[in-house]
């Protein structure tokens, strides 16, 4: 048995290794114990996510979320890797396994076009689909010493909140392409905006007022990372620096985008390999201090 859990983190590992680098940077950081456990987390994170991105027929992809529902009941029942692993953290670790269903609720939302009516229902669709991951990391992270753990799970959703913002305004033009349009409503008439695609696919904004919406919330957006870098001090050094990495990753983006918003109108924004190592090895400093 412990060759096939070996196995299962090993798959999980894989996983987030090629699917979130930025993550990845973060979790490298950590002991293995937690780091298989994290990967075991992102990967079913991953999977759900797959599902609502994927190229299945609708009813096809509602069918697969349903499963996955079904399958977080009985975890102990199932032989596939990723399971596997899940199952094995969440004996380890107080995993709070009902935020995998909200994240399934989040990513239903994005089954049909997507039309956001406020930054109330935004920050809904942030938590449901990122604020649960926090929560995730926060249970294989643990406080350290004594602390108020639902505070600590509200600082963990703030920031997966945070980070849920930077993905919206680094995929603006994905999205629309998708039919999905997260920016809400009521302030994209507030300033004037009309998100659409010019003749060559980038971004239309001929009269700038889409960069000042992009501003204004990217400023927004780094008041949430400061609400949920609270958490930061209850947590050891290691996990500390871990979290610092990840989220640090996403700020650093978030600012580039707010300082020069045009850089997402043709492409999909990233760090360098070298910018996240910086990143990373800044936040092991810090974890330490």
């Known amino acids: 048995m412990t060759s096939t859990i070996d196995d299962a983190y090993a798959t999980c590992l894989d996983i987030t290794r090629t699917e979130a680098r930025n993550f990845y940077y973060g979790i490298r950081l950590l002991p293995p114990p937690k780091r298989n456990a994290l990967s075991a987390l992102y990967a079913l994170a991953r999977r759900i996510d797959d599902i609502g991105d994927g190229d299945l027929p609708l009813d096809e992809k509602?069918?697969?979320?349903?499963?996955?529902?079904?399958?977080?009941?009985?975890?102990?029942?199932?032989?596939?890797?990723?399971?596997?692993?899940?199952?094995?953290?969440?004996?380890?670790?107080?995993?709070?396994?009902?935020?995998?269903?909200e994240l399934v609720d989040g990513v239903e939302t994005d089954l049909a076009d997507v039309h956001i009516a406020d930054f109330d229902e935004l920050v809904v669709y942030c938590r449901r689909v990122a604020g649960s991951v926090g929560r995730l990391c926060l249970s294989i992270f643990g406080p350290a010493g004594d602390s108020d753990f639902e505070t600590l799970a509200l600082y963990a959703d703030q920031l997966g909140i945070a980070l849920q913002q930077t993905n919206i305004l680094r995929d603006i033009r994905e999205d629309l392409t998708n039919g999905r349009v997260y920016l809400p409503a009521d302030e994209l008439e507030r300033f004037g905006v009309r998100v659409m695609l010019d003749d060559h696919g980038a971004l239309d904004d001929p009269q700038g007022r889409l960069a000042g919406y992009i501003r204004y919330a990217a400023g927004r957006a780094q008041d949430w990372y400061s609400l949920g870098w609270r958490l930061l001090p209850y947590l050891d050094w290691r996990s500390g620096a871990s979290c610092r990495a990840m989220s640090g990753i996403y700020y650093h983006l978030l600012c580039r985008i707010g300082s020069n918003p045009v850089l997402v109108y043709s492409q999909r924004l990233s760090l360098s390999a070298g910018e996240k190592a910086q990143v990373a090895l800044t936040s092991l400093a810090g974890g330490r201090s």
């Open 62 to 101: 509602r069918a697969e979320l349903v499963k996955v529902r079904k399958n977080l009941g009985r975890l102990d029942d199932l032989d596939e890797p990723v399971y596997v692993a899940v199952a094995d953290a969440a004996r380890r670790y107080p995993v709070p396994l009902g935020a995998f269903e």
